[in-house]
């Protein structure tokens, strides 16, 4: 994890370098980017980096964080969480859920780049965030179940097993380019209607 020296920098500076190495790996691959390129980027002594990480993948591990921070304050930021007094709509919930997470892509393009190059170094995140680095099964099956109690899903279902097929789903659901004729709110509309229409078949009553 980058060190106190890196954390006490000003904030110009720590997202100066933080902004570098997310355009350099959001382009390029782990094993494509060198330290040389990123003190490059960053505009900063070899030295300096090496007092702020202790290696390139330490740095990797760290702007991974940064940007899982960013997405999950988006998500705290605009994510309503349900009245439960008028009622669980499983459906709505994961709409949301998509809506916001496709909004968040569209909205920070390098992220987004930068994460779907991350997942082709399967042994770093794993070492670093566990075997379980990509399962968001958990968070479907609480909503599953929530569905189940308030009487609009399937009771028969299998629940663990269904949390993990959506989680799958949603991992591969790919964000399409926006043009100038389409507003983020038709991609986004387009996109969680075709994934909310193959779910609700096989689990709603």
């Not at 170094?121 to 965030?129: A, E, T, Y």
């Not at 990509?134 to 028969?156: C, P």
């Amino acid at each position: 994890m980058p060190r106190k020296t890196f954390d006490n920098l000003p904030k110009e500076k720590k997202k100066q370098i933080i902004d570098a190495g997310i355009r350099l790996f959001s382009s390029e691959s782990f094993k494509e980017v060198k330290v040389s390129k990123i003190i490059r980027e960053a505009d900063i002594p070899r030295s300096s980096f090496y007092d702020y990480f202790d290696d390139k993948e330490d740095f990797y591990v760290a702007l991974i964080k940064q940007i899982g921070a960013q997405k999950e304050a988006f998500y705290l930021e605009h994510h309503k969480d349900q009245n439960e007094n008028s009622g669980y709509d499983f459906f709505d919930e994961l709409k949301h859920l998509y809506s916001l997470g496709i909004r968040f892509s569209l909205q920070n393009t390098a992220y987004d780049r930068f994460l779907k190059n991350a997942v082709q170094n399967m042994d770093i995140l794993k070492k670093n965030f566990g075997d379980e680095v990509l399962d968001t099964s958990a968070l479907y099956k609480q909503m599953l179940v929530r569905g189940i109690e308030s009487g609009s899903l399937r009771s028969d279902m299998d629940i663990d097993f269904t949390a993990t097929i959506i989680s799958v789903l949603s991992a591969q659901m790919m964000v399409k380019g926006v043009s100038d004729q389409r507003t983020i709110e038709a991609v986004i509309d387009e996109m969680t209607c075709k994934m909310i229409d193959i779910i609700r078949r096989g689990i709603q009553c």
